[in-house]
């Protein structure tokens, strides 16, 4: 069964940098027609696509969060990992990671972590 | 980029009954690519519906998907007590994708 775990600071300063890692477990990163993204969900609100990634480093980020993010991968640990800079309170958010399927681009989402609460706060 | 429009914010219903949700997108939805997922509070979304029409793994047959273009449904034939969550629909016909605000099926 597969299973993706987020981890990282639940509390990041105003002006600072997110950076959370998934850890996939129970199949490999570098399984062809997969992509590995990354959603957000703002307390009590709806969820945003933030960037997804290929095993072989191909990246698709959200226009809107562009400028701030980085999606990466690292095969070898069989994870992937977000960064997020310049954050403000507008980012708290719980952050999911997840498994997209797809042949030519990032797709639906049918495996997800349980995702963690990141609140920016001085 | 499209923008998803869902319809009722809320859905009132009582158990056995038949639920009619509504994804209006603003431009037409791509080779129909569109999925639907649900949501309890504390829990990750879980996907039910993707391609507009296809049933996830494990997902029973009272969940149905339909629509093209512009305007999605999904539809749960006889609601179960399990059933009350938030739904969400979600393009990835085109970049970016996106998703819908929600409907909250309660009882």
């Known amino acids: 069964q597969l299973q993706l775990q987020e981890s990282g600071p639940g509390l990041v300063k105003p002006s600072e940098t997110l950076s959370l890692t998934c850890t996939v477990s129970?199949?490999?990163?570098?399984?062809?027609?997969?992509?590995w993204g990354w959603i957000r969900q703002p307390p009590g609100k709806g969820l945003e696509w933030i960037g997804s990634i290929y095993y072989s480093g191909t990246t698709y980020y959200n226009p809107s969060l562009k400028s701030r993010v980085t999606v990466s991968v690292d095969t070898s640990k069989n994870h992937f990992s977000l960064k997020l800079s310049s954050v403000t309170a507008a980012d708290t958010a719980v952050y999911y990671c997840?498994?997209?399927?797809?042949?030519?681009?990032?797709?639906?989402?049918?495996?997800w972590g349980q995702g963690t609460l990141v609140t920016v706060s001085s | 980029e499209i923008v998803l429009t869902q319809s009722p914010a809320t859905l009132s219903l009582s158990p056995g009954e038949r639920a009619t949700l509504s994804c209006g997108a603003s431009q037409s939805v791509s080779s129909r690519y569109l999925a639907w997922y649900q949501q309890k509070p504390g829990l990750a979304p879980r996907l039910l519906i993707y391609d507009t029409f296809s049933r996830a793994t494990g997902i029973p047959d009272r969940f149905s998907g339909s629509g093209s273009g512009t305007d999605f449904t999904l539809t749960i034939s006889r609601l179960e007590p399990e059933d009350f969550a938030v739904y969400y629909c979600?393009?990835?016909?085109?970049?970016?994708?996106?998703f819908g605000g929600g409907t909250k099926v309660e009882i």
């Open positions: 979600q393009q990835y016909g085109s970049s970016p994708q996106t």
């Open positions: 997840a498994r997209q399927s797809g042949y030519y681009n990032p797709a639906h989402f049918d495996y």
């Open positions: 129970g199949g490999s990163i570098s399984s062809s027609s997969y992509y």
